[in-house]
C-alpha cells in the first residue's frame, strides 16, 4: 500500500470528525431553544482526539495499517429538566441537519447517525435516547423492547446498561450550560491535527 493512500484515509477520516463536530454545533443550537434542555455536550469519539488503529477496510486490516480512528456517529448528552417535548426534540435536531446541509454547510450527517444519550440534571442519570423515528410508538422491532415509548420518544435498548465512561469527557465537551448559555464550539474540542 502506498503511503499517499494511508495519509488520503487518514484525512477522510479528520474530515469526518469534523464533520460530526459541525453537526454537534448545528444540533445543539437547534436544541437549546427548548427550555427544558439544560446542558448539551458531546461524548464518545467525537469528543476526544483521534488515535491509530486497525480500521475495518480490508485492504488496511490485511496489512496491519494503522490509520485514524473513524467515527461512525455522533453522541450527544442531553440533560433535560422534562421529557414532555421528547418528540419535538428529535423534530428540531432533524430539521437543523436537513437545513445545514441545503445551505451547504459541510455536513451531510443524518439524523440515525445521531445519538441523543437523555441525562437527568440533578443526578446525571441516564434515562434512555432519544428516539430517531418520527412517531412514537412507530410499530419497529426496536418498539417492541420492554418500556420503550412509555415516555414518548424515549428510546430503550434491551441490554444497554451505561457505565461510568459514558459522562467521562463532558467536562471538557461541554457545549452548553442552561444557566451559563454556550460554552463552547465543538470545533475547539482537540483534535489528533493538535498533536501533528
Given at each position: 500500500?502506498?503511503?499517499?493512500?494511508?495519509?488520503?484515509?487518514?484525512?477522510?477520516?479528520?474530515?469526518?470528525?469534523?464533520?460530526?463536530?459541525?453537526?454537534?454545533?448545528?444540533?445543539?443550537?437547534?436544541?437549546?431553544?427548548?427550555?427544558?434542555?439544560?446542558?448539551?455536550?458531546?461524548?464518545?469519539?467525537?469528543?476526544?482526539?483521534?488515535?491509530?488503529?486497525?480500521?475495518?477496510?480490508?485492504?488496511?486490516?490485511?496489512?496491519?495499517?494503522?490509520?485514524?480512528?473513524?467515527?461512525?456517529?455522533?453522541?450527544?448528552?442531553?440533560?433535560?429538566?422534562?421529557?414532555?417535548?421528547?418528540?419535538?426534540?428529535?423534530?428540531?435536531?432533524?430539521?437543523?441537519?436537513?437545513?445545514?446541509?441545503?445551505?451547504?454547510?459541510?455536513?451531510?450527517?443524518?439524523?440515525?447517525?445521531?445519538?441523543?444519550?437523555?441525562?437527568?440534571?440533578?443526578?446525571?442519570?441516564?434515562?434512555?435516547?432519544?428516539?430517531?423515528?418520527?412517531?412514537?410508538?412507530?410499530?419497529?422491532?426496536?418498539?417492541?423492547?420492554?418500556?420503550?415509548?412509555?415516555?414518548?420518544?424515549?428510546?430503550?435498548?434491551?441490554?444497554?446498561?451505561?457505565?461510568?465512561?459514558?459522562?467521562?469527557?463532558?467536562g471538557d465537551a461541554m457545549l452548553y450550560r442552561g444557566n451559563e448559555g454556550r460554552l463552547r464550539s465543538a470545533l475547539d474540542l482537540p483534535s489528533a491535527d493538535d498533536a501533528s
Amino acid at each position: 500500500m502506498q503511503h499517499s493512500e494511508i495519509e488520503d484515509q487518514n484525512r477522510r477520516m479528520l474530515a469526518r470528525q469534523r464533520e460530526f463536530r459541525l453537526a454537534a454545533d448545528v444540533v445543539t443550537d437547534a436544541l437549546v431553544e427548548f427550555a427544558e434542555v439544560q446542558a448539551v455536550a458531546v461524548i464518545g469519539s467525537v469528543a476526544k482526539p483521534l488515535w491509530k488503529e486497525v480500521p475495518r477496510f480490508r485492504e488496511f486490516r490485511a496489512e496491519r495499517i494503522k490509520i485514524w480512528h473513524e467515527c461512525s456517529d455522533l453522541d450527544l448528552a442531553l440533560w433535560v429538566g422534562s421529557q414532555e417535548r421528547l418528540g419535538q426534540l428529535r423534530r428540531a435536531a432533524v430539521i437543523a441537519l436537513r437545513k445545514a446541509f441545503e445551505f451547504g454547510a459541510e455536513i451531510s450527517v443524518v439524523s440515525h447517525q445521531l445519538d441523543i444519550f437523555l441525562i437527568e440534571p440533578a443526578s446525571d442519570r441516564y434515562l434512555g435516547r432519544l428516539c430517531s423515528f418520527s412517531e412514537c410508538p412507530k410499530g419497529k422491532l426496536p418498539c417492541l423492547v420492554p418500556g420503550c415509548g412509555t415516555i414518548p420518544f424515549n428510546r430503550r435498548f434491551p441490554e444497554f446498561v451505561p457505565d461510568e465512561t459514558l459522562l467521562a469527557p463532558v467536562g471538557d465537551a461541554m457545549l452548553y450550560r442552561g444557566n451559563e448559555g454556550r460554552l463552547r464550539s465543538a470545533l475547539d474540542l482537540p483534535s489528533a491535527d493538535d498533536a501533528s
